[in-house]
Structures are given as C-alpha cells and as structure tokens.
DNA sequence: CTTACGGCCTGGGTGC
DNA sequence: TGCACCCAGGCCGTAA
C-alpha cells in the first residue's frame, strides 16, 4: 500500500536511475486501467527523462522531446494499492501482472506492475498536470507546525478523516494515520475541531516522526510493496497498532482494539488513545448513558 | 459549503 | 477440489 513513505522511497530509486536516459520503445499489457493508452504509446518512444518527483503519493516523471511541441510532457503515476515501478535488466522474468514495459537506452527496462489495477497513469502537459494535482492539500513534511494545526483545528470532521483527505494533507495514507493518531495518543473518531492545541502540536510530530522514519526504513511493505529495485521496506517491523488488533500495546499493555472509523479499518489502543465522547445532541434521554464509544465496537458491517 | 457514507474497481486469501 | 465471500485504498457521487 504506498503512502508517502513507499511513494518517496520508489522516487528517490529511479531518480538515481534515471534522469538522461531516453525511453526507446513502451510495450503495453492490459490497459484497461490507463486513461488514453495511445497517448503513451505516441509520446513516450523517443522522450528523454529529465527528472522524478513526488507529489503526494503521484510519482512525477519529467520527460523532454526535441520533436515534440510541447517539448516537455511528464508522465503522472500513481500506484493505488499493489502498484509497482521496478528498473531491471530485460532478462529478469516479469511477475505477472506486469503491464508496462518502457525500454531505455542503457539497456534496462522500467516496468509497472500493477495486481489490482487500481493506480493510473497518464501522459500530461504541465497545465494539465497543475490542474490535476493544484486541489492537494500541503506535504505533511513541507507543513509548518502552525499551518498544520490552523487546518485540522478549522475542520470538524473527524481526525481520521482528515489525515487521510488528501485535499487537506497530501500523501498519508492508512497505515500512517493509524501509527501518527497512536503515537499522538489521539483516538482516530475525535473531531479535527475538538482536539487540544497541544493535541494537534502532538500529532503534528507525531506524523513527521512516524513519516521520516518510515522514509528512513524504505517504507512498510505489507502485501506486494517494493522499491524501485524489487526490495521490501523496513518500516512494518515498527507498526505500533496497524494490523496489531489484540495483540499489546507498545505503551500500556492492553490489547489494540479495531474498528470501522469513515469506512477504514482503524487501529487504535483504547487506552492509550480515549474515545470521544458520544456526539452532540442525542436525544435526550437514553437508557443510561453508554459512554464507550458505539461506533468503535467492531462488527457492525457498515 | 461541509460531512458521512456507500459503491466501485480487482484479485488474493480464507474458510467452508 | 472448488467456490463464495471478505477485504484492501482511493476516489467519486449522492444525500443530508
């Protein structure tokens, strides 16, 4: 599942890899994921890369052609769940679902496989791209801590929910606002609104701590993640909660409990991490007054 | 406008 | 052995 962590780690591989090198030829498999595959297949053979970037979690592709008028195109990748962007020699079998091959002029061979199809790639101007990409919220990296917090603490969504909205912060994903919320102390139902200033400081390290590290230790590969070289990450040996339900928390013992919060699963420790309390205007009189937090009893199929 | 939620894409894993 | 079903994450449409 690349969030930022993965997404960055693949960048920063095939920008050691490949700037100056030329894309001969573009082999395509399945294409139904691709929005206008004639396009690649017109623009990219004979465009040279000049760069590769991140943008939240789209990988940016920098590409120029003499002969081409716009002359400077990039190609805008984004993995969705099981996509990956692998540099290797031509003769290394590809795994299935392999369904890009873009052959350079040194020989190897950049290929996209993606198993579930749920990524996109496009070929794009730079207006076009600018259009796409202009709605994203800030990099959780680039933010100051004042920034951050004026903008979670404006919203009463909950908190879950906007760390995962990629038009307020660009690039978190699950995995990370489960581990930043835990590291926080913050339950992941409480309202952007609601939350301490003291809280949002928190979470607002909690989420440079969690991301830089997990940067540091080349990501979390949990099912199909890999590098641009084919290699797992590090970083699922250090989840504190995610995919952790019953086993102890890291700070206080008690099992991690999880939970359907805004349609994703979520893990938290109950204790370390208080649920709010039940929302606003209830009708007045309910039997007793359960104070656990309903919508955190798993189950519930909603 | 904001928020909540259901559905959709696909295929691997699980459990019967 | 086969098969139905759950689930993953991002995004979009819709409703309140």
């Known amino acids: 599942m690349p969030e930022l962590p993965e997404v960055e780690t693949v960048v920063r591989g095939l920008q050691a890899a490949l700037p100056g090198k030329r894309i001969l030829d573009l082999r395509l498999g399945k294409t139904d994921f691709i929005e206008d595959p004639a396009a690649l297949a017109q623009q990219l053979p004979g465009s040279r890369i000049t760069s590769v970037r991140r943008y939240g979690k789209f990988i940016i592709v920098d590409l120029e052609s003499a002969n081409r008028n716009p002359p400077e195109l990039s190609l805008l990748i984004h993995l969705g769940m099981t996509g990956q962007m692998v540099t290797c020699s031509p003769e290394v079998p590809s795994p299935p679902h392999t369904h890009l091959f873009f052959a350079l002029d040194d020989g190897r061979e950049l290929r996209y496989t993606d198993i579930r199809r749920f990524g996109s790639i496009r070929i794009l101007t730079d207006v076009a791209r600018k259009m796409l990409l202009g709605g994203l919220g800030v990099d959780p990296l680039e933010a100051t801590q004042e920034e951050f917090v004026a903008k979670l603490h404006a919203r009463r969504a909950r908190i879950k929910a906007l760390l995962l909205d990629q038009h307020v912060l660009r690039g978190i994903g699950n995995i990370y606002t489960d581990e930043s919320l835990w590291r926080a102390r913050i339950h992941p139902a409480r309202l952007g609104a609601n939350l301490k200033h003291q809280e949002l400081r928190r979470l607002y390290h909690a989420v440079r701590d969690v991301l830089t590290e997990a940067i540091r230790l080349r990501g979390s590969s949990i099912s199909d993640y890999v590098d641009s070289a084919g290699r797992p990450g590090g970083y699922q040996q250090r989840h504190r909660v995610y995919q952790r339900e019953g086993k102890g928390c890291f700070r206080c013992g008690k099992p991690i409990h999880r939970a359907i ?35 955190c009893r798993s189950s519930s199929n909603k």
């Open 261 to 295: 919060v805004n349609g994703r699963s979520s893990y938290f420790c109950p204790s370390c991490q208080p649920a709010p309390r039940l929302r606003g205007r209830r009708r007045r009189s309910l039997p007793g007054r359960s104070l656990a937090y309903e919508r």
